[in-house]
C-alpha cells in the first residue's frame, strides 16, 4: 500500500509539474508576442505614420513587394496556443480526476492502480505529441529578414519564403521551406539553396515573373530562355505558357541519323549559342574547361564518354564503385526496359542504355552549356526539369533511375528525403536504383547512407570508395521491394 501511494503522489507531482511547465511556456510565448508588437514601434510616437502601419502588415521593397501575411502569422501563432491552452486542461482534468479517486481510497473504495504501459500511452499521446505539434508549428513560423545573397538595402529579397506561414499542414510547410545547402556548399545549379515549386516561389520572384511574361503576343519570344532558367531554379516552376514562337538558330542544319549521331557533336550551327563562356562545341569538347560547367569535366569529350560504363576505371578505390551497365542489366535480364538518368551531362548513359535496347529520359538544364539542345541533337530525350520539380511520371512505371554527379554532399537531408520519396514513386516494384559515385565527405556518410537505406531496398551492389582523404565515393544498386 504505501508503494501504491509512493508511485500515486509521485504521478501526481509529475502532473502538477507539468501543468508548472506548461503555464511558464505560454507565458513565455505571450511575452515573446509582445515583445515582437513593441518592435513594431506601434505604441510609440509617431502613431499615426503610414509607414509604420505598412511595415508592420507587409515587407515592402523597392519595387512594392508585399508577399509576406501577418494574418496568417498571427492565426498560426493563435493555433499553437490553443494547442498549449488544450493541453494544460488535458493535465488539469487529469490530475483532479487523480485527485478525486485518491480520496475515495482514502474513504475504503477500492483504487485501481495505473501500470506504466497505460502511463506511458498517456504521456505520448496526450502530453508528448501535442506538445511536439505546437515546438514545430513554432520552430516553422518564419519572419522575413533581408536575404545577404540577394542584394543590399531595400532591393534585398527577404530570406524566407513569404507566404510559409499560410499554410497549416507541417508536410506543405516543410516542402515549401527554402533548404539550405550543407555546410555553405554551391549546390549542383550554383545556388546557396533549393525552393520547393509550389506557386509561392513565383511571389518571391515577381520582378523577374513579369520580366518574363513581357513580350508580343503573336511574335517571337525573346532571348530569354536564362531568365526562364533562373525562375525554375528559384521554385517557379514550372513555368507559364507563353503566347510567343521560341526563336531558332539561324544556321540549323539537319541532324545526323541515330546511329551517327550518338557517339558524335552535333553541328554548332544547330545550337544558339547565347549566353554561354564558349561559342561552338570545340571549346566545350576542351579538357580544361572554364567554370561554369565543372560538374561535367570531358562530357563533351565523345572519345572519352564512349569508355564510361564499359571499361572500369583504373585509378585505385576507386575503380570499386564504377558500376559497368552490363553487369548491372544482368541482374535484372530482359526486365529494363525504360529509365530516367538524373544527371548532368550530355546524355551519354542513354545513348549506351539505347545500345541495349533501353530507352532512358535524361535531365538536362543548361548549367553553362547546351546540355539539353546537346542530348536532343545526339537522339535522346532531353527532359528540362529541376530537382525542386515532382517528376513528371506516373506512379510505379519506370523500371531503371539512375543517377550520377547530380547529389553531392552539399544536399540538404530534408530535400534529398522528398527527391528520394519522389523517384520511389515513380519506381515500380523490382525497379532498380542506380546510385552512381555520390559523393560527401566522410562525416557525413552515415547520414547519407540513412537516406538511401530507409526504403529497404534490396541490395544487390553497395560499394564504399575514397575519392580523397575526407571524402568518399557511395556507389548502389538497390532493388524496389514490391509493396501490395
Not at 493555433?79 to 480526476?97: G, N, W
Not at 550551327?269 to 576542351?286: P, Q
Amino acid at each position: 500500500m504505501e508503494g501504491f501511494c509512493f508511485a500515486r503522489c509521485r504521478f501526481t507531482r509529475l502532473m502538477v509539474a507539468m501543468q508548472l511547465v506548461m503555464g511558464v511556456f505560454v507565458i513565455f510565448i505571450s511575452m515573446a508576442s509582445l515583445h515582437r508588437f513593441y518592435t513594431t514601434n506601434n505604441l510609440l510616437p509617431g502613431l499615426d505614420d503610414p509607414a509604420h502601419c505598412a511595415k508592420f502588415h507587409t515587407v515592402a521593397g523597392a519595387d512594392g513587394y508585399a508577399g509576406f501575411d501577418i494574418h496568417a502569422l498571427a492565426d498560426r501563432v493563435d493555433d499553437v496556443l490553443v494547442q498549449l491552452a488544450e493541453l494544460q486542461d488535458k493535465l488539469e482534468a487529469t490530475a483532479l480526476k487523480i485527485s478525486k479517486k485518491t480520496k475515495k481510497r482514502k474513504a475504503g473504495h477500492k483504487q485501481e492502480n495505473i501500470t506504466m504501459p497505460e502511463f506511458r500511452r498517456f504521456l505520448e499521446d496526450e502530453v508528448i505529441h501535442p506538445l511536439y505539434s505546437a515546438h514545430i508549428a513554432l520552430r516553422l513560423i518564419r519572419l522575413p529578414r533581408p536575404d545577404p545573397d540577394g542584394g543590399e538595402g531595400n532591393d534585398a529579397a527577404p530570406a524566407v519564403d513569404p507566404l510559409v506561414n499560410f499554410f497549416t499542414a507541417e508536410e506543405t510547410r516543410k516542402y515549401v521551406t527554402a533548404k539550405g545547402n550543407r555546410g555553405g556548399q554551391p549546390s549542383v545549379y550554383g545556388t546557396n539553396r533549393t525552393y520547393g515549386t509550389i506557386g509561392h516561389a513565383c511571389v518571391l520572384m515577381r520582378r523577374e515573373l513579369d520580366e518574363y511574361m513581357s513580350y508580343d503576343v503573336g511574335a517571337h519570344c525573346p532571348d530569354d530562355w536564362d531568365l526562364g532558367q533562373r525562375l525554375m531554379l528559384g521554385g517557379c516552376d514550372p513555368l507559364p505558357r507563353r503566347r510567343c514562337l521560341a526563336p531558332a538558330s539561324k544556321l540549323f542544319h539537319r541532324p545526323l541519323p541515330i546511329n551517327e549521331s550518338l557517339w558524335r557533336l552535333p553541328d554548332d550551327g544547330n545550337v544558339r549559342w547565347t549566353r554561354y563562356h564558349c561559342r561552338g562545341y570545340k571549346c566545350l569538347s576542351a579538357r580544361n574547361q572554364r567554370r561554369g560547367y565543372d560538374r561535367c569535366v570531358g562530357c563533351f569529350d565523345m572519345d572519352r564518354e564512349k569508355q564510361r560504363w564499359v571499361v572500369a576505371a583504373s585509378n585505385g578505390s576507386a575503380a570499386l564503385a564504377d558500376f559497368r551497365i552490363d553487369d548491372v542489366l544482368t541482374v535484372k535480364p530482359g526486365e529494363m526496359r525504360i529509365g530516367l538518368d538524373v544527371s548532368v551531362g550530355t546524355g551519354s548513359f542513354a545513348a549506351r542504355m539505347r545500345e541495349h535496347n533501353v530507352t532512358i529520359v535524361s535531365t538536362g538544364l543548361n548549367l553553362g552549356a547546351p546540355f539539353a539542345e546537346t542530348i536532343a541533337l545526339r537522339g535522346l530525350v532531353p527532359l528540362y526539369a529541376t530537382m525542386s520539380q515532382r517528376l513528371p511520371l506516373f506512379d510505379n512505371t519506370m523500371d531503371l533511375l539512375h543517377t550520377a554527379g547530380f547529389f553531392e554532399g552539399w544536399v540538404d537531408l530534408q530535400l534529398l528525403d522528398f527527391v528520394l520519396f519522389d523517384w520511389d514513386r515513380v519506381l515500380r516494384p523490382g525497379g532498380l536504383l542506380w546510385v552512381d559515385k555520390f559523393a560527401c565527405a566522410r562525416k557525413d556518410l552515415d547520414d547519407y547512407m540513412y537516406m538511401f537505406l530507409q526504403f529497404r531496398y534490396k541490395k544487390h551492389r553497395w560499394v564504399v570508395s575514397f575519392k580523397s582523404k575526407d571524402e568518399v565515393y557511395l556507389s548502389a544498386l538497390l532493388e524496389k521491394p514490391p509493396r501490395s
